[in-house]
Each structure stands twice: as structure tokens, then as C-alpha cells.
């Protein structure tokens, strides 16, 4: 599986945004880029995806590299309830043993001021 | 967004015991799901992957007789820890997916299981 890199921590002040980079430079073709993070004691849960392009939703804005090898998550403005471990991903969208597999990695942790 | 509930959120058994772990997806119908093993401090390790009515891929080093999926329906997932000891406590999450080309790019995952064996 490509591998993803990612800043092992980040700090941010409420209200602020933030910008969580992470570097996938052996990233294939059909490879997606998904975003998951982790809150305390809770299970993952699913932020964003992009494959080529830009994407937004209500949570957060994802920036696509055009080379694809690098990708920043964005949240517009950070509360106390984004802190979490945030885990970039890609994952083969093709058949296969690994299809829908996702292999975290050690993901960012995003520690939020007051 | 959809729902994938775990329960129960913690148990603590004694060694040798047997934990059964149960996963269900509340609104969507899951026609995969995964279970995770996370130690403190650690990331998440995928143990298996189970398509409904089939048998469960487990990943590489993870004992099948051990760690019982069962995956009979599209909205249940179990797993059941055989003869639990303490290097078995951990923190166990699943995960599922729907169908479609949209769902199917997207895991939703249960608020885990804390499991301590004694």
C-alpha cells in the first residue's frame, strides 16, 4: 500500500483554521485520499475523500496537489471538539485484496487552544 | 450520517473467558465489515475483513481460532475473543460499509469495545 506522512503533531487556536498537510508521494493512479479522525476514546469517523479534485463538505475542505502527491486537509474554523488524531489515507478503489482496506497510519495530532 | 453500534463499550473478564464483541449498522445495510484492534498509544490495526455470508480474510498474523467473525447478516457483525488473556486487552473497533459507488467509499465505525482481561 502507498504510504501517507504526516506531521506527528499540530496545535491550533479556536476559531482559527487549520491546515493539516500530508505527503503520499508514491500515491498510484487509483489511489483515493481519504481523511478520517479519531477523538478520544472513540472509534474513526469519516471526514472527507478526493481523488483528483478539490472537495468541501460541511465538515472541512480538502486541497489536492495536481501532481496528487500531497494533500491538506483544511478546517475553516477550529473548535474544541476538532481535537482528535487526524489520519490521511489513501486506499485503492480497484479489486483486489486490498480493495477497501484502510491502513492507518500514525495520523496528526491536532491539539486545540481556547 | 450512518450508524454503526458497538456494544458493549467496555468488558472486563477474567482469563480464559470468552468475550463475544457485537457490530451492527442501524441504518444502512453493511455488506462489509472490519474489525480493529488499537493499542494505548497506538494506531489502528486492521485483524479482519468479512463480506456478509462469507467467511472472514483475516490479515497476516492474526489467529483465526482465536478471534471468531461471524458476519450472518447485512446489519450484524460478532466477534468473540476464545480464551481471553490479559495480552488481549485492548481497545476493539469495528468498522462498515454499504453498497454503491458512493457508500462504498466511505467506513463508518462503532465507538469501540474496551476489553481488560484480568
Known amino acids: 500500500d502507498a504510504k501517507t506522512t504526516q506531521p506527528n503533531s499540530m496545535e491550533s487556536n479556536e476559531e482559527e483554521p487549520v491546515h493539516l498537510p500530508c505527503n503520499h508521494s508514491?500515491?498510484?493512479?487509483?489511489?483515493?485520499i481519504h481523511w478520517y479522525r479519531q477523538l478520544p476514546s472513540q472509534g474513526p469517523e469519516y471526514v472527507i475523500h478526493?481523488?483528483?479534485s478539490n472537495v468541501n463538505n460541511r465538515m472541512a475542505s480538502l486541497a489536492i496537489a495536481e501532481d496528487r502527491k500531497s494533500s491538506t486537509l483544511i478546517l475553516h474554523r477550529a473548535t474544541l471538539r476538532d481535537a482528535a488524531v487526524y489520519y490521511c489515507i489513501l486506499r485503492d478503489f480497484r479489486g483486489g485484496t486490498s480493495y477497501g482496506k484502510l491502513t492507518f497510519g500514525q495520523g496528526t495530532i491536532l491539539t486545540v487552544h481556547p | 450520517g450512518a450508524v454503526v453500534s458497538q456494544h458493549p463499550s467496555r468488558v472486563i473478564c477474567k482469563s480464559g473467558t470468552s468475550v463475544k464483541i457485537e457490530c451492527r449498522s442501524l441504518?444502512?445495510?453493511?455488506?462489509?465489515m472490519f474489525w480493529y484492534r488499537q493499542f494505548p498509544k497506538q494506531s489502528l490495526m486492521l485483524m479482519a475483513t468479512s463480506n456478509e455470508g462469507s467467511k472472514a480474510t483475516y490479515e497476516q498474523g492474526v489467529e483465526k481460532d482465536k478471534f471468531l467473525i461471524n458476519h450472518a447478516s447485512l446489519t450484524l457483525s460478532t466477534l468473540t475473543v476464545t480464551s481471553a488473556h490479559p495480552e488481549d486487552s485492548s481497545f476493539y473497533i469495528c468498522s462498515a460499509r454499504g453498497r454503491g459507488e458512493w457508500a462504498k467509499n466511505i467506513q463508518y465505525f462503532g465507538a469501540g469495545t474496551r476489553l481488560s482481561v484480568l
Open positions: 441504518d444502512f445495510q453493511a455488506t462489509t
Open positions: 508514491t500515491i498510484s493512479g487509483t489511489d483515493y
Open positions: 478526493g481523488l483528483t
